[in-house]
C-alpha cells in the first residue's frame, strides 16, 4: 500500500459540508471521522415503521436492466440506488458528503491518493460481507476498455485501485481530485456482491435497506425491507415498497388523488394549483441544479456550425417558458449546466436573453436566410416537453428557422432517440459538484456527452480544476468553462426546473428535503415513513 503522510484529522463529527471539505482540503491531507449522520433524528417524532410505500415514476423503462452501468431511468435510480443498494459515501439533504459503506476515508495531501476504510461486519443481501474487494471491482466494472457505463468519465483519473486488505481500499489518481468522495456517490457506483473476481450484478443483490424481490422493466418493481440492514431502525422504514411505471403525469396524478399511490414524481407543473387544493395532498418544491436541455449532435450538419447553434439559443424565448412551461417553478438558464445554487456559479456572465434579430444574423454568418430543422421529443424526456417544443417552434418562426417538432414514444426514448437522432430533448437533475456535472456530460468522448461536445480548452480546465485547491482560482477556471459551454456546446439549456414531488398526507419527511434529485436524492425509501403505520 502507497505511504500516506501528513494526514490530519479535520472531521470529528458526522457530517462534512461541501465548503468545509474544500477547506480541508487546502491542509496536509485529510481525514474523516465516522459518520454517524444516519442515525440523526431529522424530526422530532421517532419514525413509524412498516406499511406498503407506492411511488408513481414517470421516465420508467422497459430497456432498463439490473446492471448499474446502464442506470438512467427513474426505477433504477429511486428502487436500485436509492433503495436495493448502498454506496461508498452518500449525499445528506443538506448537500454534505458523508461516508456511508466506508466509515473513513483518508486522502494524501495532494488529493492522488484516496484510502476509504470499509464499514465492518455489513452484509449484502444474499449473506456475503461486504470486503474492499467487493468495492475495488465494483468501480472497475466501469472502467474496462470496452465499458459504456456513464460513470467511465468520472473514474478517467483513477490509476490503480487495490484491496490491501479485506477492510482497505485504496485509489490512486493520476490528477488530484478534492471532489472525489462526491464521485463515489455516483448512482451507477454502487458497491455490489463480488463473485469469481466479478461483480454479481445480475442476483440484484445489494448492501441497502430493501431486498430485490420482483421486477418488470418500465412496469413495477417490489421490494422488501432487509432485516439486516446495517442501519438498524434509523432508516428504511416501510415494510414493502412498490414502484410503479406510469409515465403519463395525469395518471400519476389520478392514480394519487385516489389513493392508488402514496408518491409521485414530476407534477405536471400546469396542474400543481389544483393538486394544491386537495385534502390529503401535499406538494415539495424544491430548487436544486435540475435543467432542462435540448442537445443537438455537434459533429452532424447542420448542427456542427456553431452559427447555427448559436441561432437556435437565440431563438428561444427563456422566460416564457419558465413562466408557461413550469408556472414559475425555476429560472431562466444560460445554455450551461452549473445551476445558482452551486457553489461556482458564474454570476458574471450576461444573461442569454430571446434575440430572433441577432439569430438571424448568426443564420446569415452560416452562409443560410432561413434553416430547417426538426426537433424530435416526448413527454417522458420532462413534463412539458412537447410543450416546450411547440413554444419553441413559434419563438423560433421570428428568426427564420422552421422547427419541425416530432413526437415520439415516450417507451424507448432513451434509448432511440436521446443522443441516437440529431436533435432530442433532455433533463438533468444536477450533479453534487461542478466538476463531476461537466465530467460526466461534456468532457469529450463522455458516454453521457449528449451533444458531443469537444473542447480543447474546456478539457484542459476541466482537468486544472479538478486538482486546484486555491478556491478562487478554482472558482475562475469553473466560470471560463461555464462561458465556453454557453458559446459554443450543442446543448440549448433554457430553463432550471424545481423538484416538485406530490405525496399522500399520511407520508411523513425529514424537514429538510435534499435538492440534487426528485424524491429526496432518491432516497425516499430510506428517509421516509408513514405517519400511521
Known sequence: MKKIDNL?????????????????????????????AFTDKVAAATPNKGGTFRVGLGGASTTDSLDPATYISSFTQNGCFGGVHNCLTEVAANGDIIPELAERIEASDDAKVWTFHMRRGVEFHNGKTVTAEDAMLSIQHHMGEDSESAAKPLLADVEKISAPDQNTLVI?????????PFIANDYHIPILPSKDGEVDWQSGAGAGGYVLEDVDWGVRMDLVRNPNYWKGDDRAHFAEVQLLGIDDSTARQTALITGQIDAMNRVELKTSRLLRREPNVKLHDVAGNQHYTIPMLADIPPFDNNHVRMALKLAIDR???VDKILYGHGTPANDHPIGPGQKYFATE??????DPDKARWHLQQAGMEDLNVTLHTADTAFVGAVDTAVLYQAAAEKAGITLNVEREPNDGYWTNVWMQKPWSMSYWGGRPTADWMFTIGYATGGSWNESR???????????????????????????????????????????????????????????????????????????WWFDEA
Open 8 to 36: 490530519k484529522t479535520l472531521y470529528t463529527k458526522e457530517k462534512i459540508s461541501r465548503r468545509g471539505f474544500m477547506e480541508g482540503a487546502l491542509a496536509l491531507g485529510m481525514t474523516v471521522a465516522t459518520a454517524t
Open 172 to 180: 490512486e489518481l493520476s490528477n488530484g481530485n478534492a471532489d472525489f
Open 319 to 321: 422566460q416564457d417558458l
Open 349 to 354: 456572465l450576461e444573461q442569454r436573453a430571446y
Open 453 to 527: 461536445f469537444a473542447n480543447e480548452r474546456f478539457m484542459e480546465l476541466l482537468t486544472a480544476a479538478r486538482a486546484e485547491l486555491n478556491d478562487e482560482r478554482r472558482g475562475g477556471m469553473y466560470a471560463e468553462m461555464q462561458e465556453i459551454v454557453r458559446d459554443n456546446c450543442g446543448s440549448v439549456i433554457p430553463m432550471y426546473a424545481n423538484n416538485v414531488d406530490a405525496v399522500s398526507k399520511a407520508v411523513a419527511t425529514p424537514e429538510q428535503l435534499a435538492s440534487n434529485w426528485d424524491l429526496d436524492g432518491w432516497l425516499s425509501l430510506e428517509r
